[in-house]
């Protein structure tokens, strides 16, 4: 079972950036695809990014694309999501997720039912 903390949310002014961590443990950590989600007040969670296990391939919601990055350390066994240019519509509990084996990462990486591991999520809130 792989135990995931995440860390740096916090209160931002949009236009400002916010880098997020997920701490990983569990020794399958450096062969797990990642992915971060979100979830606003009233609304279903949805998907932010994900990356596979190598690092080479990431996949970004359109809504965040050009502005998120999401990278990863394995060596540290932590993934991460930096965020730039925020808006006030960026604003939720963003949560990092490990992604099942069942299917590559390129196979529906936005289906939050295809994660199996949840963080309890770090809040973000960006002001207008």
């Known amino acids: 079972q792989v135990q995931l903390v995440e860390s740096g949310g916090g209160l931002v002014q949009a236009g400002g950036s916010l880098g997020l961590s997920c701490a990983a443990s569990?020794?399958?950590?450096?062969?797990?695809?990642m992915g971060w989600f979100r979830q606003a007040p009233g609304k279903e969670r949805e998907f932010v990014a994900a990356?596979?296990?190598?690092?080479?391939?990431?996949y970004y919601a359109d809504s965040v694309k050009g502005r998120f990055t999401i990278s990863r350390d394995n060596a540290k066994n932590a993934v991460y999501l930096q965020m730039n240019s925020l808006k006030p519509e960026d604003t939720a509990v963003y949560y990092c997720?490990?992604?099942?084996?069942?299917?590559?990462?390129?196979?529906?990486?936005?289906?939050?039912?295809?994660?199996?591991?949840w963080g309890q999520g770090t809040q973000v809130t960006v002001s207008s």
């Open positions: 990356i596979t296990w190598t690092g080479d391939r990431m």
């Open positions: 569990g020794r399958t950590f450096s062969t797990d695809d």
């Open positions: 997720a490990r992604r099942t084996r069942t299917a590559p990462l390129g196979i529906a990486p936005a289906e939050p039912s295809r994660y199996d591991s």
